[in-house]
């Protein structure tokens, strides 16, 4: 299936429509200063292809939608809690579940549950929320991903890995007392989309066992992962995504799941853990900040529609085209000549913006500037995830300057098809040819917390 030359399609065809609006460059060039020249501020009704995220995005089933009919809106006890928790229990292993509003919700209660002022919390790079949600529990994140991760044209095929040597090297410095746990995101969002081997999680488990340090995957794109591993890693070819991702996830203690990514809704997550005393921490706690255990501020309806998305997500002729459309994307950009990150990861095509715009320093924004060109070049949409999503050092105040300074370009779930992913490349295209004449930006207004999201910006030298 994976080297074949046939043609594909989506496997899926069209019963309701969501009409589409185009603009003119003049109007463009107005939406997106009276933006900040932030995307995130952009309506979204000045949008033509939306391609900002994957987070909630997704285009749900007729299956799913029918699901939705079947809320049980009871304030204790829902049926659709049930049965979501015997799915996660089915396609992920996880004893114990607890739902909440979405993936950073699950992470605010993990954080709080687990980390200890003082502590240290290893990554295989940092996501956005997460890591900010265990600063604001006292720990300290620290970075132990392969040094790959940060190279954009490198090529190994698991850039996601930890390094084992730098896992190990941080368990000598503060000992494993201080560490509660590792969190494995796999694919890594922040490095491109890049899968964890199984080969890895094994390893990285046999480390953090040895020193009784939890195991929590950030399996918001498990499933993406176990397409991977499924064609990257010898010995799971056979095997299906399904049995995949339940084997990565019995590496794994715990996990946090954002569902508005593979499970197909467009809002809902959760939190699992098989350990009992954490559960109980987990569900003494959800109520405080979310709702009660058995709905965690989701609506019964929601809860049904996660649980259905979660048996249409595992399938592998669902996974396959979603990656496949990121990779014909990609593939696009590539035999122009326009740099991106490789290999192509599976949710997005990330635009080396620090080579696109190599005329314009960091600390101007480069991958800012880039993300506002395309959309007055196209009405296409999408961000920054370079010095501007990176924030800021808490101790000295100073930029953190990330060696990856992209743009990313998401694919929503079932929602495009192929000729909106041409129109969107031919734009990126054209910008790349006339890339000389860009500026970058000045940062004029910046919110304390994951300043990406609400921070202003102006041309410089117009
Ligand atoms: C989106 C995301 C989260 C946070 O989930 P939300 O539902 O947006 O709160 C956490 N980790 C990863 C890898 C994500 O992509």
């Known amino acids: 299936m994976a080297n074949s030359k046939a043609p594909w399609a989506e496997p899926y065809k ?5 009409p589409l609006k185009v603009t003119d460059r003049e109007y463009r060039l107005n939406a997106i200063k009276e933006a900040g020249y932030n995307t995130f501020l952009l309506k979204s009704e000045d949008v033509y292809i939306d391609l900002l995220t994957d987070s909630g995005t997704n285009a749900m089933s007729d299956y799913q939608w029918a699901g939705m009919m079947l809320g049980d809106e009871s304030y204790a006890g829902s ?8 799915n996660v229990r089915k396609y992920y292993g996880y004893k114990h579940l607890v739902p909440t509003h979405q993936g950073r919700g ?3 209660l993990l954080s709080r549950a687990l980390i200890k002022d003082g502590d240290y919390v290893p990554g295989n790079m940092y996501f956005t929320t997460t890591r900010l949600h265990q600063e604001l529990a006292g720990g300290t994140f620290v970075d132990v991903i392969i040094d790959e991760a940060h190279d954009p044209q ?24 201080k560490i509660p746990y590792i969190t494995i995101g796999a694919p890594v969002n922040m490095a491109g989309g890049q899968p964890v081997s199984m080969d890895n999680i094994r390893r990285v488990k046999e480390l953090a066992n040895k020193h009784d340090i939890m195991i929590v995957f950030d399996a918001t794109r498990g499933m993406e992962n176990a397409y991977f591993i499924q064609q990257r890693e010898e010995g799971y070819a056979n095997k299906s995504v399904a049995e995949i991702l339940l084997e990565f996830a019995s590496h794994t203690d715990a996990a946090t799941m954002s569902g508005k990514k593979d499970l197909l809704v467009n809002i809902g997550g959760f939190v699992a853990v098989n350990d009992w005393d954490t559960f109980e921490e987990l569900r003494n706690m959800v ?28 399938q592998d002729a669902h996974i396959s085209t979603r990656v496949k459309q ?43 500037a880039l993300a506002a060109d395309f959309y007055i070049e196209s009405g296409v949409r999408c961000m920054e995830r370079g010095i501007v999503s990176a924030g800021r050092n808490k101790e000295t105040g100073e930029h953190y300057f990330p060696k990856l ?35 970058g930006l000045e940062m004029v207004y910046e919110p304390t917390y994951l300043r990406f999201f609400q921070a202003r910006f102006e041309r410089i030298g117009k």
């Open 154 to 177: 490198n090529l190994h095929p698991f850039k996601g890995n930890v390094d084992l040597a730098k896992f190990e090297g941080l368990i000598n410095r503060v000992g494993g007392g």
């Open 405 to 439: 300074e992209l743009v990313r370009i998401t694919f929503p779930r079932r929602v495009y098809m192929q000729s909106h992913l041409d129109v969107a490349a031919y734009h990126v295209i054209e910008l790349f040819k006339k890339r000389h004449e860009a500026k």
């Open 326 to 368: 990121v990779e014909y994307f990609g593939q696009l950009l590539l035999d122009a000549g326009v740099p991106i990150v490789e290999p192509i990861g599976g949710h997005a095509v990330f635009v080396d913006a620090r080579k696109f715009y190599d005329h314009i320093p960091q600390d101007q924004f480069p991958a800012q």
């Open 14 to 18: 069209i019963k309701v429509v969501e």
């Open 287 to 314: 109520v405080i900040y979310e709702g009660l255990h058995t709905y965690g501020g989701l609506a019964g309806r929601d809860m049904e529609a996660m649980a259905r998305g979660m048996e249409e997500a595992v």
């Open 106 to 108: 699950a992470e605010h």
């Open 79 to 86: 049926r659709n809690f049930y049965y979501l928790e015997s």
